[in-house]
């Protein structure tokens, strides 16, 4: 069966520190995104790609960054880690057929940053 | 500015009742909604959506009502069962495939 996974589902971190988390999908979709969730504000949107070598920002984008250099992995990357990134990361990937999809969500990473 | 908003953190009913969850959004140009439901630990998962041109979509115990006019929509779900008890997401589309999601509905079905 397709799936999206996320890993590592954990990472505890320091302030400074460069940090990756990784996504991958086998759904053979064009469009991911990453969300973060923090408490009182939902999900909210860090980047997003359309397809290979494709990436945009999204409304909290600021020290984050993320490459496609494939249709299966978008990888994001925390340049210099802060408390203030300590949340719950999750990423989806939907169909870019025209229509109107649904996201497919992977299990999320809960990073703390100390 | 929080676009898609979720008012109520938290919802309790009966089981066999039914549940009303409510979402307002303040931007005109929203195309699609969706309901998602997240479980503890889990990503969340797609529930039930509506384009803009309908006011009511309905799959099995699951029904979104869209009033665009007051930029509200609302997800009932009849009977409520306890497995239904999760957090509920709100979310929008607009042109671009760009979702914004509320901050989202805790439901509790009390058997």
């Known amino acids: 069966d397709a799936e999206i996974t996320q890993s590592p589902r954990h990472k505890i971190t320091e302030t400074g520190r460069q940090v990756t988390l990784a996504c991958h999908q086998t759904?053979?979709?064009?469009?991911m995104f990453w969300y973060r969730q923090d408490l009182g504000h939902g999900l909210r949107l860090i980047h997003y790609?359309?397809?290979?070598?494709?990436?945009n920002k999204g409304e909290v984008s600021d020290g984050y960054s993320v490459s496609r250099s494939n249709t299966e992995d978008l990888p994001l990357t925390l340049e210099s880690a802060a408390s203030s990134q300590t949340s719950v990361y999750f990423c989806?990937?939907?169909?870019?057929?025209?229509?109107?999809?649904?996201?497919?969500f992977g299990p999320g990473t809960r990073l703390t940053v100390l | 500015d929080q676009q898609v908003k979720q008012n109520s953190p938290s919802l309790s009913v009966q089981e066999g009742r039914i549940s009303i969850l409510n979402c307002d959004y303040t931007?005109?140009?929203?195309?699609?909604f969706l309901w998602y439901k997240k479980y503890p630990a889990e990503g969340p998962t797609f529930l039930i959506s509506?384009?803009?041109?309908?006011d009511k979509n309905e799959d099995g115990r699951f029904t979104v009502f869209l009033n665009k006019s007051a930029k509200h929509l609302s997800l009932h779900i009849v009977p409520s069962q306890p497995g239904d008890s999760a957090v509920y997401f709100c979310?929008?589309?607009?042109?671009?495939?760009?979702?914004?999601f509320g901050t989202g509905t805790s439901l509790t079905v009390i058997p």
């Open positions: 931007n005109s140009m929203f195309d699609y």
């Open positions: 759904w053979n979709h064009n469009n």
């Open positions: 979310a929008a589309r607009k042109a671009g495939n760009q979702f914004y």
């Open positions: 790609s359309y397809g290979v070598h494709d990436t």
């Open positions: 989806a990937s939907s169909e870019s057929n025209g229509n109107y999809n649904e996201q497919f």
């Open positions: 509506i384009s803009s041109i309908k």
